[in-house]
């Protein structure tokens, strides 16, 4: 327990230290650090003006990473985002110009303004942590996390992230508009500079070695094992799903719960962990049958009946 606590510390002093910056929005703070320590990528989509992009920006400071931002854009290439090789005339030879991925926390702002051939420059990093330019493979830094944002509200100009894309994320978050009281804090501390500018690292890329690997003991028990199966599983049954979530999901899920049980300082995790993340980790995941939309369905209320419907581990019927 004691590792488990020490683990739990370093968490919630970088969730601290996020929040600085991030008024009123420890959950998704959480969220977005539980993705990191589950070696997991992030998607960000809501709104402009609600703090996406730093979040982003904050975590990386906090946890001492190199960072980078990609704005994606309808004429990037992805040679723009991998690298390339550029012919070097007093050597001879080719010399390797890494490209904006070859950093440990990566921002790629409005992902779906880029091209389809664009996004897909971005899979082999995210799924293999490696890039390859002309034929030569190159491994990342680790830790490594694509955290990507994309507004939900303009669809002109845009290119939506296909299925393969999208289940390579393992969590989607959204902001939310703060409260009366929050955004009334937010104008009185960027009065005279913004807090990004005084925010400092409270952790090192091998202190978040550590919490990934300290997540990695975190104890699972076999029934909620097989609750995550099963919810993974009932969302490939479900009428009004035409596509479930994938093995991956429930990959994800597994290493998502654990991380964060590491904020909740446990060396084990429950059903409710499970069901904090169950949205997070399943929505952007799941294809709702034409007649659902129809009908305004959303996705929300199909998980929602999923985590009502499945059984609880150790819960009296």
């Known amino acids: 327990m004691k590792e488990t606590y020490s683990s739990t510390r370093t ?11 991030i008024i009123g929005k420890k959950p998704v703070i959480e969220r977005a650090l539980a993705a990191v320590i589950a070696q997991g990528h992030l998607l960000i989509e809501d709104v402009p003006g609600v703090g996406k ?39 001879g030879e080719f010399q390797f110009r890494p490209g904006p ?3 440990q926390v990566v921002l790629v702002d409005e992902i779906n303004r880029a091209t389809p051939k664009t996004q897909s420059a971005l899979l082999e990093a995210m799924e293999e942590l490696q890039v390859s330019v002309d034929g030569v493979t190159r491994p990342l830094e680790r830790p490594f996390v694509v955290m990507a944002t994309q507004n939900p509200i303009e669809y002109e ?9 999208l289940d390579r994320f393992l969590m989607r978050i959204s902001m939310g508009y703060p409260s009366f009281a929050e955004e009334l ?8 500079t913004h807090p990004i500018d005084q925010l400092e690292a409270v952790a090192s890329s091998d202190d978040v070695i550590k919490l ?25 049954n479900h009428e009004d799903v035409s596509l479930g979530a994938s093995p991956r ?48 369905l959303q996705t929300r209320q199909v998980i929602d009946g999923l985590l009502e419907s499945v059984a609880v581990p150790g819960a009296s019927c």
């Open 11 to 21: 968490a919630q002093e970088i969730v601290e230290n996020v929040a600085r910056v």
């Open 53 to 91: 992009t730093m979040l982003a920006k904050s975590i990386s400071v906090s946890i001492g990473c190199t960072f980078k931002r990609i704005q994606f854009t309808p004429d990037l290439l992805p040679s723009d985002i991998v690298g390339v090789s550029i012919y070097n005339q007093g050597t």
């Open 101 to 103: 991925v070859m950093s």
């Open 157 to 165: 100009g845009t290119f939506p992230l296909p299925e393969a894309q």
């Open 185 to 192: 804090s937010v104008i009185e501390g960027q009065e005279k």
């Open 212 to 236: 990934q690997d300290a997540a990695k003991n975190v104890y699972v028990d076999t029934a909620v094992r097989e609750y995550i199966v099963s919810l993974i599983e009932a969302t490939r």
């Open 249 to 296: 999901a429930s990959l994800g899920m597994f290493r998502a719960v654990r991380a964060m049980a590491i904020f909740r300082d446990r060396d084990y995790v429950i059903p409710d962990d499970v069901k904090e993340l169950a949205y997070a980790v399943l929505a952007h995941r799941l294809i709702l049958s034409s007649a659902a939309r129809m009908r305004g």
